[in-house]
C-alpha cells in the first residue's frame, strides 16, 4: 500500500516546554503504525537531505516502512512541526519549511487493483506538487486500486480554506472512501453534523465517508448503510495523530481482510464493524501516549 502525504519532524509542548519529539505528518503517521503492523507500505513525500531527514529515514527503515519515493532536497532543511498541547492534549501547529521553487512527487510506482492508496492532509492541497499528484491518482483509477482520502484541514498552514476547496473537492471525488473530521467538514462546508457531511461529500462526487467526532463516536455514511459507532471514554495524553491513526485501522483492516477490493458500497455491514472498530482502536491507543502511531506492543497483539 503506498501513503502520500508531507513529513515533518513533531516536537511536542506543554505549557511552553518540549516534552517529545518524532517524525510526523499525516500519512507518515499512518504508515508507521501499519509498518509495525505488519502491512507492507510506502512512503510517498518530500524532506531535505540534511541530518534530520537522515533520522526519518532511519526511523522509517526501523519501522519497516520503505522510503524508495521519498524525494529529497539537497542544501534544505526538512520541515518542522511544533505542536503546542492545551490542557485538552489538542495540538494548535506552527510549521517551519524549506522548499527549493522546484518540488516534485515521485509517481514512477506500479500500482495493481489489490493496492491501497492513502492521501491527504497538507500536500494533497499544494499546486506544486498536483502534477504528481494527479499522474498517481490517475493509475489508481486506471487499475481499480483503492484510495482512501484524509482532508485534515491545518487552518494553521492555510488560513483561508476557500482558496484550497476546490482541490479538496477534486480530491474527494478521485477517493473511494473519504475519512474526515467533524472539525473538517466545518471547516470546509459549515457542516454540523454527519448528514449535513455526507451531503457535502455526495455534491462533491465522492459517496462514502467516515465521519469522525472528537470522542462523540464515528458515523459511516455509504449508498446502503447509516451507522453510528461509539467511541471509548479515556485520558488523552495527546490527539496528535489520531485521526492518522484511525486511517491505518481502516487499511489494515482492509489488507488483513482481503477487502479493499470491494466497492465501499458494497462492503456489508459487518465487514464495517470490524473496519471502523481497528479505526476506533489504533486511534485510541495513539492518545494515550506521546507517540503519532500504534506501539510496538500494540502491534504485536494485532497479529498474535
Known amino acids: 500500500m503506498f501513503a502520500i502525504s508531507e513529513t515533518f519532524y513533531d516536537i511536542l509542548f506543554r505549557q511552553g516546554k518540549p516534552v517529545a519529539a518524532c517524525p510526523g505528518g499525516a500519512m507518515l503517521n499512518s504508515a508507521v503504525s501499519l509498518g509495525r503492523a505488519g502491512i507492507p507500505v510506502e512512503l510517498v513525500s518530500e524532506f531535505g537531505r540534511d541530518a534530520l531527514g537522515d533520522t526519518i529515514c532511519g526511523f522509517l527503515k526501523e519501522n519497516k516502512v520503505s522510503g524508495q519515493?521519498?524525494?529529497?532536497?539537497?542544501?534544505?532543511k526538512s520541515p518542522l512541526a511544533l505542536a503546542l498541547l492545551d490542557s485538552a492534549n489538542n495540538a494548535r501547529y506552527s510549521f517551519y519549511e524549506d522548499f527549493p521553487s522546484?518540488?516534485?512527487?515521485k509517481s514512477n510506482m506500479d500500482l495493481k487493483?489489490?493496492?491501497?492508496?492513502m492521501f491527504g492532509s497538507i500536500l494533497a492541497c499544494l499546486e506544486p506538487l498536483s502534477e504528481g499528484l494527479n499522474r498517481i491518482l490517475g493509475k489508481?483509477?486506471?487499475t481499480g486500486a483503492t484510495v482512501l482520502y484524509d482532508p485534515n484541514i491545518r487552518k494553521d498552514f492555510t488560513p483561508d480554506i476557500d482558496s484550497i476547496g476546490h482541490l479538496i473537492d477534486s480530491?474527494?471525488?478521485?477517493?473511494?472512501?473519504?475519512?474526515?473530521?467533524d472539525e473538517d467538514m466545518m471547516s470546509l462546508g459549515g457542516c454540523r453534523n454527519a448528514d449535513e457531511a455526507y451531503d457535502y461529500v455526495l455534491g462533491a462526487g465522492g459517496d462514502c465517508l467516515v465521519y469522525t467526532t472528537s470522542g462523540r463516536g464515528v458515523y459511516l455514511r455509504t449508498p446502503s448503510l447509516s451507522e453510528y459507532y461509539s467511541t471509548p471514554d479515556i485520558e488523552t495524553v495527546s490527539t496528535v495523530g489520531a485521526g492518522d491513526s484511525f486511517n491505518a485501522g481502516i487499511v489494515y483492516t482492509l489488507c488483513r481482510e482481503g477487502i479493499g477490493r470491494k466497492q465501499p458500497g458494497n462492503i456489508p455491514a459487518?465487514?464495517?464493524?470490524?473496519?471502523?472498530?481497528?479505526?476506533?482502536?489504533?486511534?485510541?491507543?495513539?492518545?494515550?501516549s506521546?507517540?503519532?502511531y500504534i506501539s510496538r506492543e500494540y502491534a504485536l497483539r494485532l497479529v498474535s
Open 69 to 76: 519515493y521519498v524525494t529529497r532536497y539537497d542544501n534544505r
Open 102 to 105: 522546484e518540488r516534485e512527487l
Open 113 to 117: 487493483g489489490d493496492d491501497i492508496l
Open 140 to 142: 489508481a483509477a486506471r
Open 171 to 181: 480530491n474527494i471525488r478521485k477517493a473511494d472512501i473519504i475519512r474526515a473530521s
Open 270 to 288: 459487518d465487514a464495517w464493524d470490524h473496519i471502523i472498530g481497528n479505526g476506533i482502536g489504533f486511534a485510541t491507543e495513539v492518545c494515550m
Open 290 to 292: 506521546t507517540e503519532n
